[in-house]
């Protein structure tokens, strides 16, 4: 897979993505101004329910460290700085575009590694966010014991749009403290850890 930064003016000249998509609404409120483009056919961005997600979850549990996985163009790792997080790590494959969009940021460490590898490493956070493709949902929900073992407080995990996303949610809900949320049409696994229910029910509420 060929990936490269481009500019989202650029994407908009060229039609490749409309100026009233999601990802570039969702990419202007965070001044997000980099996507990456794959294979210069297919651009990765954030998406309306994993911004809403994830401020809810950073608004509620107030994490000092926070882990952006599969962090893409950078955006949740800058939500998660104006949030109040005072470390940030990106993880990513392909972080050309992070880099632009971050490189005023110092409180933001970039890691360019495969994901699943930088969960075998020994690291921490208070809250760890996971936004993988599509493809790699299946694969990072092998890894949920590991995952709660890295995030000190919880832990944000995509797993899919809503309605493809029934066989994921019936293998979830026999994990305790574990919370099915729903953000513009998208589902997302909230994993916490004791002492913390009243605030997860309280992201619950925010996301409707």
Do not use: Q
Request: charged share 30%.
């Amino acid at each position: 897979m060929k990936a490269k930064p481009v500019k989202i003016r650029t994407l908009i000249r060229e039609r490749r993505i409309s100026p009233m998509s999601p990802v570039v609404l969702a990419s202007e409120k965070l001044e997000i101004n980099w996507l990456p483009l794959f294979n210069d056919e297919y651009v990765y961005g954030p998406t309306p329910g994993i911004i809403e997600a994830a401020d809810a979850v950073l608004s509620e549990l107030k994490p000092r460290t926070v882990i952006d996985l599969f962090g893409g163009s950078g955006a949740l790792s800058k939500l998660a700085l104006m949030r109040g997080a005072r470390k940030v790590i990106y993880v990513d494959s392909y972080p050309e575009a992070a880099k632009r969009n971050l490189r005023d940021l110092p409180e933001i460490e970039i890691v360019k590694e495969d994901a699943f590898k930088f969960l075998e490493s020994d690291t921490s956070c208070d809250v760890l966010i996971a936004d993988p493709p599509e493809e790699l949902i299946d694969p990072l929900l092998r890894r949920v014991r590991r995952i709660r073992e890295i995030a000190a407080k919880a832990a944000l995990m995509w797993i899919g749009p809503s309605n493809k996303s029934v066989h994921r949610r019936r293998r979830l809900s026999g994990f305790r403290m574990t919370k099915l949320l729903e953000a513009w049409g998208d589902c997302f696994a909230l994993l916490w850890k004791p002492g913390l229910r009243e605030k997860v029910e309280n992201v619950k509420r925010l996301l409707g």
